[in-house]
T-cell receptor
Framework: AQRVTQPEKLLSVFKGAPVELKCNYSYSGSPELFWYVQYSRQRLQLLLRHISRESIKGFTADLNKGETSFHLKKPFAQEEDSAMYYCALSASNTDKLIFGTGTRLQVFP | EPEVTQTPSHQVTQMGQEVILRCVPISNHLYFYWYRQILGQKVEFLVSFYNNEISEKSEIFDDQFSVERPDGSNFTLKIRSTKLEDSAMYFC??????????????FGPGTRLTVT
């Protein structure tokens, strides 16, 4: 069965510190991985996806098939990065998204 | 920028009552989805819909649930006889396609359903 694990419920850092939000998945095929973000009082929105291999708002994520991970990283956190971050997987034969439980990132000034 | 809209934002209903949650997907999108998030838990897939048919549904989506696209713009989720455990935030999403960058799912703001 497909599964996404985000081990941290809460991650607190100071502004300017590096951030890594962990995501591990289980799926025997070739998944598509996403990071969605939900800022306070806003809707879920796509932050980035592994097939795009781009940096959005300074965030990057690399799919590591050997470790079945898709960790989200940013070298210098900003206060406006404070939000709920969800890792999600889409299997190759479906378009449904399977979400992790989410990690709340708090960036203190 | 076009957005997915959902009404109502909050619905309170008594156990056993029928509820209809409404969504207006982005106008040129062809694929529609419902997800739910019980408080403190993960966002869970309920159903996907394409070409006026359900294309996939989860185990949660039992006979009490149904979806419809009644008029070419609205996409509704009906729960026939609500249970306490149906209390959750329900999210509608839509996408332009399912391949490549077209498969980005755009989410609505959600409807909070409270069953008493």
């Amino acid at each position: 069965a497909q599964r996404v694990t985000q081990p941290e419920k809460l991650l607190s850092v100071f502004k300017g510190a590096p951030v890594e939000l962990k995501c591990n998945y289980s799926y025997s095929g070739s998944p598509e991985l996403f990071w969605y973000v939900q800022y306070s009082r806003q809707r879920l929105q796509l932050l980035l996806r592994h097939i795009s291999r781009e940096s959005i708002k300074g965030f990057t994520a690399d799919l590591n098939k050997g470790e079945t991970s898709f960790h989200l990283k940013k070298p210098f956190a900003q206060e406006e990065d404070s939000a709920m971050y969800y890792c999600a997987l889409s299997a190759s034969n479906t378009d449904k998204l399977i979400f992790g439980t989410g990690t709340r990132l708090q960036v203190f000034p | 920028e076009p957005e997915v809209t959902q009404t109502p934002s909050h619905q309170v209903t008594q156990m056993g009552q029928e509820v209809i949650l409404r969504c207006v997907p982005i106008s040129n999108h062809l694929y529609f989805y419902w997800y739910r998030q019980i408080l403190g838990q993960k966002v869970e897939f309920l159903v996907s819909f394409y070409n006026n048919e359900i294309s996939e549904k989860s185990e949660i989506f039992d006979d009490q649930f149904s979806v419809e696209r009644p008029d070419g713009s609205n996409f509704t989720l009906k729960i026939r006889s609500t249970k306490l455990e149906d209390s959750a935030m329900y999210f509608c999403a839509s996408s332009e396609g399912i391949q490549g960058i077209l498969n980005e799912q755009y989410f609505g703001p959600g409807t909070r359903l409270t069953v008493t």
